[in-house]
């Protein structure tokens, strides 16, 4: 049961883009290990930006 | 075994479907729209979309997407099927497939419901999936740049124009509809606008005291708006405070002009992002408790299968059945502007080619499903009370007496007591006139979960209902916005550099301003009209979306041909085909019909025939002039957007005949063949 919540958990924040940082963290590590990372605060700028730059809610 | 579940699902779709299409009494139920629904889309999925995909498409899991080949952890991210599929249905989804199939109500439910599921399986799903595709192939490019790529500047740029003009036009009318819920609605009113203070507070909430904390933002925020909702019932019943929020429609319209200003000009955090996430949470889940409530009410419809009104004389929007119920109803059945969404962002999130055909033509099949459930909350409304509430006072008159008498007359009975009863209920002065189809889906809405989660709260199901349409139209109107202003300066900027910059601070204003004054001019016109405006605007925005779709299609066939499938273009030649029919026919009849009811050039001459010879009481006369040169404005738009299309589809002819005779073309934007790591 306890499992299945957190499996759960885990979409859910999956679907929201809660877990964004923490995957772009991830793979920063592994791509390019060794350079500075950013922030919480200043990832969640870059990308409210870069998210809304093009056609992405519709009719 | 398995062919034989398939066989039970095609026996059972055909049987639901030939017993709602026979069906000749007082009432059918919900039920048999729901199977015959869920069984097409099973088999159109199963079958055709299978077929499409590895025949027409090729689509190829050994192909590594560009999410695989280009990813950095922001926009190229290899992701799971499932929360793509998420992503991209709540990209696809807004208010279109909830407002057309109510207004389409209006020449009863069946033809509405057959184009809803014969235009999505064989037209919109195919639609979406090709050009999610297409563009996954070429590293996520927009529509536009593959107009040009593969057919030409020619293409490229009546493609943009296009899109261009669409997103004005789909502004201005949603800006009408949540005028239209709002008009002398103090509770409506006072629960939308609290919706914006509430997204300032969450988007404060994520970038400076717990940044990036999505859940947490928008479990506050959803928990706010509910409050808010009970709370705009609290300000209803306080007689100073009510009068605070209550507007004619011209002063609400130019608070939406004035939000859609600041709103464009705010930085995204504070206000669009914000709010996208509540309306994203609140449409996936009222559409699931819709689809759950209807199955639990399985409400009869009270709309006839047919009404008179397909001889187009229908009081909400005029014009035959045919084109004008595949004009109303684009987003349910088939969305051009599903292939902007298509294109850009969700192929640079696709693992794998193989879940372009869950993604593509799965998210439209559902969206489709929600214009179903769209036109069952319409239809199940006694017919007499879902024209009081469309029809606009200058169709029936303008007092309770006259508009039920003009729509009895119809045959569809109604007493102003009953219309009264039911605006009480709803917490409503009136419900008459609220054209735009917002109000009386949210009082078919309210109707149904008020049937299976109680009775006690119709009011605030109904506020609930109209906070829900409201939040997500809100965020449309910003987002587009926002695109129009950035396509805006995208062309400006070849005009003079720094109008390119879209951190320019002038520029921006100047921009947003331009694309601010467009929709808000169309808005403007459409609240002095006293035929509503949305029987003008929401036909020219549908077809201007399905003329979208042309454009998409027209790429598309092109593509195909040149990548040597001629005899497989018939895929997607079929939908571009009757969406050419039917969008010119009605484009036609817009533009050159004698009647004024249809025709724009004959209504601005009826209009000032009747203003010359003093016929008009002196409200009409005085804005008179407005509505004849908008009348002719959206005669020549909508020749715009003719000869735009027809180029377009020109352009893909010249360039299938020419592969077809072995000239010279552009070359495909296909990127190279990549072999994805671990699939055999």
């Known amino acids: 049961m306890m499992a299945r919540l957190k499996a759960f958990l885990a979409l859910l924040r999956r679907l929201s883009g809660d877990d964004a940082y923490d995957r772009h963290i991830a793979h920063r590590r592994v791509a390019h290990a060794g350079e500075p990372l950013p922030s919480r605060r200043e990832f969640w700028c870059s990308e409210v930006d870069r998210k809304w730059q093009g056609v992405n809610r519709c009719c | ?152 500047p020619v293409g490229g740029i009546a493609a943009l124009a296009g899109t261009f003009v669409i997103m004005i036009i789909l502004i201005a009318v949603l800006g009408l509809v949540i005028v239209n819920a709002m008009k002398h609605s103090p509770w409506a009113t006072a629960t939308v606008f609290a919706t914006i203070p509430i997204a300032v507070l969450v988007g404060l909430y994520m970038r400076a005291w717990r940044p990036g904390r999505v859940l947490e933002g928008t479990a506050i925020g959803v928990t706010l708006l509910l409050i808010a909702v009970v709370g705009g019932g609290w300000i209803n019943e306080q007689p100073v405070i009510r009068e605070w929020f209550d507007y004619p429609g011209l002063t609400l319209a130019w608070f939406v002009i004035g939000y859609g200003w600041c709103a464009a000009i705010l930085p995204v955090w504070l206000l669009l992002a914000p709010r996208d996430y509540l309306s994203t949470f609140l449409k996936l889940g009222t559409v699931a408790l819709l689809a759950v409530a209807i199955v639990i009410a399985q409400p009869d419809l009270k709309m006839p299968a047919f009404t008179q009104f397909i001889d187009g004389t229908g009081p909400i929007f005029g014009g035959k059945v045919f084109p004008f119920v595949f004009i109303t109803i684009a987003c349910g059945a088939i969305s051009g502007f599903h292939t902007l969404v298509a294109s850009g962002t969700t192929p640079k999130l696709i693992s794998s080619e193989a879940d372009v055909r869950i993604v593509g033509y799965g998210s439209m099949a559902l969206e489709s499903f929600v214009a179903i459930m769209a036109m069952i909350a319409a239809t199940l409304l006694d017919p007499g009370v879902y024209f009081a509430i469309n029809t606009a006072p200058g169709v029936v008159g303008t007092t309770a007496e006259a508009a039920v008498a003009t729509i009895t007359s119809w045959g569809f009975p109604v007493t102003v007591e009953q219309m009264e009863t039911l605006a009480r209920n709803m917490g409503e002065s009136t419900l008459f006139g609220r054209t735009g189809g917002a109000p009386s889906l949210a009082v078919g809405m309210a109707s149904i979960f008020a049937s299976t989660f109680g009775q006690g709260m119709l009011a605030v199901w109904y506020h609930f209902a109209i906070m829900f349409e409201a939040v997500f139209i809100l965020t449309t109107l910003d987002a587009g916005t926002r695109v129009g202003r950035f396509m805006l300066q995208d062309t400006l900027g070849n005009v003079w550099a720094p109008l390119g910059r879209t951190s320019w601070y002038p520029s921006v204003l100047a921009s947003s301003t331009l694309v601010v004054a467009a929709w808000g001019y169309f808005l403007y016109i459409g609240v002095i009209d006293p035929n509503g405006g949305v029987n003008i605007l929401w036909p020219l925005f549908g077809i201007a979306n399905q003329m979208l779709a042309a454009i998409a299609l027209s790429i598309a066939t092109a593509i195909i041909v040149k ?17 050419a029919i039917i969008t010119s026919t009605a484009a036609i009849q817009k533009i050159v019909s004698d009647d004024p009811r249809i025709g724009f050039f004959a209504a601005a001459r009826d209009l000032a025939d009747k203003l010359a010879a003093g016929a008009l009481p002196p409200q009409q006369a005085a804005v008179a002039p407005q509505l004849i ?48 790591k671990g699939v055999a």
């Open chain 2, 1 to 152: 075994m398995k062919r034989l579940f398939w066989l039970a699902v095609a026996a059972t779709g055909a049987y639901a479907l030939g017993g709602l299409a026979l069906h000749r009494g007082e009432s059918i139920n919900a039920l048999w729209i729901i199977v015959a629904a869920v069984c097409i889309y099973a088999i159109g999925f199963r079958f055709y979309s299978a077929w499409v995909a590895a025949r027409v498409l090729s689509i190829d899991a050994t192909r590594a997407t560009p999410a695989v080949r280009l990813e950095n952890g922001r926009d190229f991210v290899p992701t799971h099927r499932w929360v793509v599929f998420g992503h991209h249905f709540a990209a696809i989804a807004g208010p279109g497939p909830l407002i057309g199939p109510t207004l389409a109500a209006q020449f009863g439910y069946l033809p509405g419901t057959l184009w809803i599921l014969v235009g999505a399986v064989v037209g919109g799903c195919v639609q979406d999936m090709t050009i999610l595709l297409l563009s996954t192939r070429r590293n996520g490019r927009s529509l536009g740049q593959m107009a040009r790529d593969e057919l030409g």
């Open chain 2, 563 to 579: 990548q040597g499938k001629a005899r497989y273009a018939w895929v997607t030649l079929v939908p571009l085909a009757w969406l």
């Open chain 2, 629 to 676: 040169f908008n009348q002719q404005l959206d005669a020549w738009l909508t020749i715009f957007f003719l000869v735009v299309v027809w180029v377009v589809i020109a352009d893909m002819l010249r360039v299938s005949w020419r592969t077809l005779t072995g000239k010279p073309v552009l070359p495909s934007s296909e990127a190279p063949y990549v072999a994805a």
